[in-house]
């Protein structure tokens, strides 16, 4: 099982990134998926996850209505649409996957780094 984060780089205040999450040796439509974030100094936070049998969505209240969950089951890829970037939104995002409804998530990406400055 692996997981292949990419996506990240230098964006300004108001712009938009699509980070994306590459599955190896397993099924993405099998399992519950999502993004965390850590910021410099700061604890690991959830940003979004997306359930692998109804494909229902969750967000933090951080990212409502900025950010976006989607799989694509033909790339075995989970992709994370980011608009309005804020400074804030500044930090390494992983993606995860568990094959559980809930518990800890069992498999982690290595993390791409989203930067937002001017």
């Known amino acids: 099982v692996q997981l292949q984060a990419s996506g990240g780089g230098l964006v300004q205040p108001g712009g938009s990134l699509r980070l994306s999450c590459v599955a190896s040796?397993?099924?993405?439509?099998?399992?519950?998926m999502a993004w965390f974030r850590q910021a410099p100094g700061k604890e690991r936070e959830g940003v979004s996850c997306?359930?692998?049998?109804?494909?229902?969505?969750g967000y933090a209240d951080s990212v409502e209505g900025r950010f976006t969950i989607a799989r694509d089951s033909a790339k075995n890829t989970v992709y994370l649409h980011m608009n309005s970037l804020k400074p804030e939104d500044t930090a390494v995002y992983y993606c995860?996957?568990?094959?559980?409804?809930?518990?800890?998530?069992?498999?982690w990406g290595q993390g791409t780094l989203v930067t937002v400055s001017s």
């Open positions: 040796g397993f099924t993405l439509d099998y399992y519950n």
């Open positions: 995860a996957a568990r094959n559980s409804p809930t518990g800890a998530f069992t498999d």
């Open positions: 997306l359930t692998s049998t109804d494909s229902m969505t």
